[in-house]
T-cell receptor
Framework: GEDVEQSLFLSVREGDSSVINCTYTDSSSTYLYWYKQEPGAGLQLLTYIFSNMDMKQDQRLTVLLNKKDKHLSLRIADTQTGDSAIYFC???????????FGKGTKLSVKP | EPEVTQTPSHQVTQMGQEVILRCVPISNHLYFYWYRQILGQKVEFLVSFYNNEISEKSEIFDDQFSVERPDGSNFTLKIRSTKLEDSAMYFCATGTDYNEQFFGPGTRLTVL
């Protein structure tokens, strides 16, 4: 079945770049997503990429998609302490858009 | 900026009781979803709802679960007879189409 995998933890220093990686299995996914979850909060849609693109940039965020390897990454430039959160990768799992999530990568930013 | 809201933020119930979780979608949204996240596990899809009917549902969404949009604004998830394993964070998500889903803050359900 469809699955999304992510590493569970990432620790970086403030000001460095963070790269969060994700692999997915469903090659027919039309959109791939990154969500952010801060402690005690819901899932915030950060960005998404259409499957016919290989890169999308939005301010400090860069999404790279390698369809051949089914690999998605999120790069956060100039990481700040406010970026500390859990980041979820997700793909479309069905015709009505239900999302399949990874377990989430906990990003810790040290001052 | 408009947001999806959910009530209550935390619900504690006894096993076997019925619970109703409520969601108020962003006003022009037409697609509605429920997900849940058991502590320490992945966010899992439960059900999608469009045009006043269920579009898709997962294996988790059995006969104990139901959804409705009773008054054209609220979107509710009912669990008829809660079990211990229903304890989880329940998230509502809504969108103008199925490519963008905006999530609410969640309801933490604790079944004792």
């Amino acid at each position: 079945g469809e699955d999304v995998e992510q590493s569970l933890f990432l620790s970086v220093r403030e000001g460095d770049s963070s790269v969060i990686n994700c692999t997915y299995t469903d090659s027919s996914s039309t959109y791939l997503y990154w969500y952010k979850q801060e402690p005690g909060a819901g899932l915030q849609l950060l960005t998404y990429i259409f499957s016919n693109m290989d890169m999308k940039q939005d301010q400090r965020l860069t999404v790279l998609l390698n369809k051949k390897d089914k690999h998605l990454s999120l790069r956060i430039a100039d990481t700040q302490t406010g970026d500390s959160a859990i980041y979820f990768c997700a793909e479309h799992g069905g015709s009505q858009g239900n999302l399949i999530f990874g377990k989430g990568t906990k990003l810790s930013v040290k001052p | 900026e408009p947001e999806v809201t959910q009530t209550p933020s935390h619900q504690v119930t006894q096993m076997g009781q019925e619970v109703i979780l409520r969601c108020v979608p962003i006003s022009n949204h037409l697609y509605f979803y429920w997900y849940r996240q058991i502590l320490g596990q992945k966010v899992e899809f439960l059900v999608s709802f469009y045009n006043n009917e269920i579009s898709e549902k997962s294996e988790i969404f059995d006969d104990q679960f139901s959804v409705e949009r009773p008054d054209g604004s609220n979107f509710t998830l009912k669990i008829r007879s809660t079990k211990l394993e229903d304890s989880a964070m329940y998230f509502c998500a809504t969108g103008t189409d199925y490519n963008e889903q905006f999530f609410g803050p969640g309801t933490r359900l604790t079944v004792l």
